[in-house]
């Protein structure tokens, strides 16, 4: 498969939808890849994978709250080679509705974003020879609407969402694409969390394989099941009072 990016920076790639990427960039075509994640174990498991197939591969343990690590990591990743994309992936879902969860979740799935983000669009803008620059926003589905059953994850996305989709229209004129990636359910370590009835779940290779064709057409946004975009969006521009009785009627999380 002939994709257009071949220096790849993706975090949270230990896992879940990061995972699947780094794999599936190892297996066409990547010249050097970046990646990052909080757990050693488990990205070591995923970095030996990428080397069957790409053998620069990077790993960093990181925590992506961490703004100063996250500037300075990014910064040397360039220096090695020149990135053409960098994936703000890393993110975290919980049913726990305490206080220290819901700053917690706003920390990884807002603040890790931005700490990605704007040393990224740095150091595209120093990259004046490369082609390709594209800069990938995880947000979710759930960014759609404020759902009642995970309030905090929900709402961290909808953030993502907001803020992606106007940079790109900020910096597009620099030359530097920005896209958000707003997936349904796809299996990972947070949906196996869910108890609830998850229509459309994707295994990991194949949601890789939707977001890179997503990316190599540098659409403004890439989003599915094309069913659950649709639904939630019809949703969105309800009345609230409508919406508000059928988000009400969907199922507790266990």
């Known amino acids: 498969m002939n994709n257009l990016y071949k220096n790849i920076l993706i975090t949270g790639a230990s896992s879940g939808i990061g995972e699947g990427l780094a794999i599936f960039y190892a297996q066409n075509g990547a010249k050097n890849l970046f990646l990052c994640g909080r757990n050693k174990e488990r990205l070591k498991k995923v970095s030996e994978e990428c080397r069957k197939f790409c053998k620069n591969v990077f790993e960093e343990v990181l925590d992506v709250t961490d703004k100063k690590k996250t500037f300075a990591w990014i ?7 020149a990135l053409d994309l ?4 890393a993110g975290i879902g919980t049913c726990d509705d305490s206080h220290e969860a819901t700053y917690q979740t706003f ?3 807002v603040f890790g974003v931005l700490n990605t983000s704007l040393p990224a669009i740095e150091v595209f803008k120093k990259n004046k020879k490369a082609k390709h620059k594209t800069l990938a926003v995880v947000s979710s589905i759930a960014g759609y609407h404020g759902l009642c059953t995970c309030p905090d994850y929900s709402a961290s996305k909808a953030c993502v969402k907001a803020w992606g989709e106007a940079q790109r229209v900020k910096l597009n004129p620099l030359g530097i694409n920005v896209t958000v990636i707003c997936p349904g359910f796809v299996k990972s370590r947070i949906t196996d969390q869910n ?6 779940i994707l295994e990991i290779d194949e949601a890789a394989k939707v977001i890179s064709d997503g990316l190599n057409k540098k659409k403004a946004i ?16 309800l009345p609230n009072w409508v919406s ?5 009627k969907l199922p507790e999380k266990a």
Do not use: H, Q
Not at 86 to 89: D, E, K, M, Q, R
Not at 222 to 237: E, G, H, N
């Open 75 to 81: 910064e040397s990743c360039n220096k090695k080679a």
């Open 244 to 248: 508000d009785y059928i988000y009400a």
């Open 107 to 109: 920390e990884v799935n």
């Open 222 to 237: 890439i989003a599915f099941p094309w069913y659950l975009r649709f639904s939630t969006w019809v949703l969105s521009i």
């Open 86 to 89: 960098v994936v703000a992936n």
């Open 195 to 200: 108890t609830c009835a998850m229509p459309g």
